[in-house]
């Protein structure tokens, strides 16, 4: 008998607050450690006494937590139940936040934060928010910085502070050793610890037999399909059948193992079930109905692979690389840099040539230089050139719009 896990389509859609420590307070009335309450759009919620921590509890998981003396006002709050739509933004009014997404953003999907006019936008990452101290970091991937009123957008990456009034980049060890606050940055990391193992434990439970069994369910309806689903570690056979779906069969299956695959999106490239993540997006770049969508699952695969590289843990490398070539296509279409996405100057001597030769495949295609000598001060190279775009685009047309007001 194969099991529907039906849960996923009846399970409460709401968002939560939860105090860890102290107290906090939910537009004016005062709640206690452990009491885990409903929000919704244009609650205010901010932390009282000193140390306290209120997690916000997003409905696909992800969290935001506010440190003691934050306050927030929340203006959306909605996650469809097939997790394709969510919209979450807020307004961050004090003090400072810490954000852990663990679902990767469709095109119709987004997560916002709010500073004054500046707006955080993100489809995937960690990243934090110091009002008070004016900058964004981001811990992994990237955040877009837009200003609302004059319209100009920059493109944050990860280990790169910048100040979120003039959106110039702030020095790296300045802020290192003076601005960013260590205890906060190690309690959050020891709480996202925590939510990951909690996550792979409900994958565990999810798949505690053969986790084709859940795509057989889904894929019922396509006989076709079906039978060729003899093992999800192989998907060769079913991309052909898949091949022959017309165009809202392939929409219909897209929907349904995209519920799947957001379960998975969390997990880094080290993770033993990191195949499976594989796998699942595998089939949704053969089902894909929306060329944004596509983009997105394609750029969230460098990122694994960013992921391995930072870690030295090449192990799925090939794996990864294969599921780019299968949409060489596409890539060329995007016109994509890879040096952009990896930062290969973190590569130690003893994982050099394998590497070079894992990534040869993808080499045109992807603009990539694998010429390490060129490459060995990329971050510092990669640092000075935005700081310079910022200074020479950005400066001059903030400066304007100051004048003007």
């Given at each position: 008998m194969i099991e529907t896990y039906s849960f996923y389509y009846y399970h409460d859609t709401n968002s939560y607050a939860l105090v860890?420590?102290?107290a906090w307070v939910l537009n004016d009335s005062v709640l206690k450690s452990n009491n885990k309450t409903k929000i919704k759009a244009?609650?205010?919620?901010?932390?009282?006494?000193s140390q306290s921590i209120v997690v916000l509890e997003w409905w696909d998981n992800s969290i935001t937590r506010l440190w003691w003396d934050t306050q927030i006002v929340i203006k959306?709050?909605?996650?469809?139940?097939?997790?394709?739509?969510?919209?979450?933004?807020?307004?961050?009014?004090?003090?400072?936040?810490?954000?852990?997404?663990?679902s990767v953003l469709s095109n119709w999907s987004y997560f916002k934060e709010y500073i004054d006019e500046v707006e955080a936008w993100v489809r995937w990452t960690v990243f934090e928010v110091n009002r008070d101290k004016?900058?964004?970091?981001?811990?992994?991937?990237e955040v877009s910085l837009l200003n609302t009123k004059t319209s100009k957008q920059i493109t944050v990456w990860e280990n790169t502070p910048i100040s979120i009034k003039t959106f110039t980049l702030l020095d790296l060890q300045n802020f290192l050793n003076s601005i960013q606050d260590w205890a906060w940055e190690k309690i959050n990391e020891k709480l996202d610890s925590e939510l990951v193992v909690e996550m792979k434990s409900t994958l565990l439970e999810m798949h505690k037999n053969n986790p084709v069994n859940v795509l057989v369910w889904f894929f019922s309806q396509k006989q076709s399909v079906i039978n060729a689903l003899n093992s999800w570690k192989d998907l060769s056979s079913v991309s052909k059948k898949i091949d022959k779906l017309s165009e809202e069969q392939k929409k219909e299956v897209y929907d349904k193992i995209f519920l799947i695959y957001q379960k998975y999106n969390?997990?880094?490239?080290?993770?033993?079930?990191?195949?499976?993540?594989?796998?699942?997006?595998?089939?949704?770049?053969?089902?894909?109905?929306?060329?944004?969508?596509?983009e997105i699952l394609l750029k969230n695969s460098l990122y694994d692979i960013n992921d391995m590289i930072s870690s030295n843990?090449?192990?799925?490398?090939?794996d990864s690389?294969?599921?780019?070539?299968?949409?060489?296509?596409?890539?060329?279409e995007l016109n994509i840099n890879f040096n952009d996405y990896v930062d290969l100057s973190v590569v130690p001597d003893s994982?050099?040539?394998?590497?070079?030769?894992?990534?040869?495949?993808?080499?045109?295609?992807?603009?990539?230089?694998?010429?390490f000598d060129d490459i060995k001060n990329f971050s510092d190279k990669a640092r000075l050139k935005m700081d310079e775009f910022l200074q020479e685009k950005v400066g001059p047309l903030l400066n304007n719009f100051k004048k003007s007001e």
């Open positions: 860890v420590k102290w244009w609650d205010v919620v901010k932390t009282i006494w959306e709050s909605y996650v469809s139940r097939d997790l394709s739509n969510i919209k979450v933004s807020f307004n961050l009014v004090k003090w400072k936040t810490w954000n852990f997404l663990l004016d900058y964004v970091y981001v811990k992994n991937h969390f997990l880094p490239s080290s993770d033993e079930n990191y195949e499976k993540k594989l796998y699942y997006k595998e089939a949704l770049l053969k089902t894909s109905y929306d060329d944004k969508n596509t843990n090449l192990k799925n490398l090939k690389v294969n599921l780019l070539l299968s949409n060489k296509d596409k890539l060329k994982l050099k040539q394998s590497l070079i030769n894992s990534l040869q495949p993808l080499k045109e295609i992807l603009n990539i230089n694998l010429n």
